[in-house]
Antibody
């Protein structure tokens, strides 16, 4: 059974960079798409972006100018860096596996981490 | 971006009830997923491609629809089904989610 676990600081100061890592266990990170999703308290889910195991990325345009997602296949990890954060970036951040079935399209996110709350505050 | 709306936003129901939630897209899509989320937990994938049940999900859950209107139906609500349900479109980037429908106890 694939398991994902987010890690990183729970408090980030405004204008600084938010950095999170997702560690994948129970399966290989190779040959899959890996995504970040966030959910501000009491609000709806927002897709942040994904990375394929070879390093190909796709970002939400609303965050693209501040966003970097990277992968380290040797550690079975992928990471998120979001720069110049503000209070609007306060949210629960989830990592998840995205399933792409080729001609049958995207199937959704089938395995998720438990989520980590990141608060942006001085 | 493709916008998704859900109705109703809140739904009060009893165990054994048949529950239907609607998700509408701002343009026609083919790839729609449904998730269940309980308080303090990550979303759980229930249905993908609008109507295909994810492995391990009980058969009381079903999805239907095409184009811009989709439905999630729970045929007989169970105690563990009280939760918030989200739809998600994976037709085009950026992937987007609906605002959610909370199903609580009547």
């Amino acid at each position: 059974q694939v398991q994902l676990q987010e890690s990183g600081p729970g408090l980030v100061k405004p204008s600084e960079t938010l950095s999170l890592t997702c560690t994948v266990s129970g399966g290989s990170i190779s040959n899959y798409y890996w995504s970040w999703i966030r959910q501000p308290p009491g609000k709806q889910l927002e897709w942040i972006g994904y990375i394929y195991s070879t390093g190909t990325t796709n970002y939400n345009p609303s965050l693209e100018s501040r966003l970097t997602i990277s992968v380290d296949t040797s550690k079975n990890q992928f990471s998120l860096r979001l720069s110049s954060v503000t209070a609007a970036d306060t949210a629960i951040y989830y990592c998840a596996r995205a399933v792409y079935a080729g001609a049958s399209g995207w199937r959704g996110f089938d395995f998720w981490g438990q989520g980590t709350l990141v608060t942006v505050s001085s | 971006d493709i916008q998704l709306t859900q109705s109703p936003s809140f739904l009060s129901a009893s165990v054994g009830d048949r529950v239907t939630i609607t998700c509408r897209a701002s343009q026609g899509i083919s790839y729609l997923a449904w998730y269940q989320q309980k308080p303090g937990k990550a979303p759980k994938l229930l249905i993908y491609a609008a109507s295909t049940l994810q492995s391990g999900v009980p058969s009381r859950f079903s999805g239907s629809g095409s184009g811009t209107e989709f439905t999630l139906t729970i045929s007989s609500l169970q105690p563990e089904d009280f939760a918030t349900y989200h739809c998600q479109q994976l037709n085009s980037y950026p992937f987007t989610f609906g605002p959610g429908t909370k199903v609580d106890v009547k």
